[in-house]
């Protein structure tokens, strides 16, 4: 089994409406992030979470949200979707406790399509 | 501000050795990763650098100059399935929201 999962893996919305992109792991991390990848932009952090109480704002996060339910579920909203939200979205983990400290564990991304 | 800078592609041929610069300006500053990411996949840990130095794991090491704001990743005895796009990468936290940037695309020749 996948230690980083994502669901669903390819998403085609329409304009306007809500949607949920959701990460799980079983890495037993601390840290989540979530991050957008678009052809020769490169990867863009949205929002991270350090635990479960923690929830910080990336390089962009407007017109985003994020959950961290439990330790091992991290979710980003698109309260209204918009048609240049279309990316490949990858979550990731991290463990404090860990060597090395700056190792992050992606999992396989959700391509989203925004029409 | 805060930016990441890698040159945006680099060819090389089979079993030659090739390096690939970063420079970085962030807040929050406490070592860098690099990942390799194939088309179509998941960004992959090589290494990390916390202090000034080299860092050595097989084929892959990873070098860091706090002091430059400066680091690379140098490939040995590549080989094709050495082609993919390589990231530096600042962890986020303490002030760092700049993570990845545009990558480097290697492009391994025969």
């Known amino acids: 089994d996948a230690d980083v999962t994502q669901t669903p893996r390819n998403r085609i919305t329409k304009t306007g409406k809500r949607i949920m992109l959701e990460c799980s792991q079983t890495k037993g991390h601390d840290r989540m992030y979530w991050y957008r990848q678009d052809p020769g932009l490169g990867l863009r952090l949205i929002y991270y979470?350090?635990?479960?109480?923690?929830?910080n704002k990336g390089e962009i996060s407007d017109g985003y949200s994020v959950s961290r339910q439990a330790q091992a579920k991290f979710s980003l909203s698109l309260e209204s979707a918009i048609p240049n939200q279309t990316a490949l979205y990858f979550c990731a983990t991290s463990d404090t406790r860990a060597a090395p400290p700056g190792a992050q564990y992606f999992g396989p991304g959700t391509r989203l399509t925004v029409l | 501000g805060q930016s990441l800078e890698q040159p945006s592609e680099v060819t090389a041929v089979e079993g030659a050795i090739v390096q690939i610069n970063c420079t970085y300006q962030t807040s929050g500053f406490y070592g860098l990763s690099w990942y390799q990411q194939h088309d179509g996949g998941a960004p992959t840990f090589l290494s990390y650098n916390g202090l000034d130095g080299l860092e050595e794991t097989g084929r892959f090491s990873s070098f860091l100059s706090r002091s430059d704001s400066y680091g690379y990743l140098l490939l040995q005895e590549l080989q094709m399935k050495d082609s993919a796009s390589y990231f530096c990468a600042p962890p986020p936290g303490g002030g760092n929201k700049l993570t990845f940037g545009t990558g480097t695309q290697l492009k391994v020749e025969l």
């Open positions: 979470s350090f635990d479960v109480k923690d929830i």
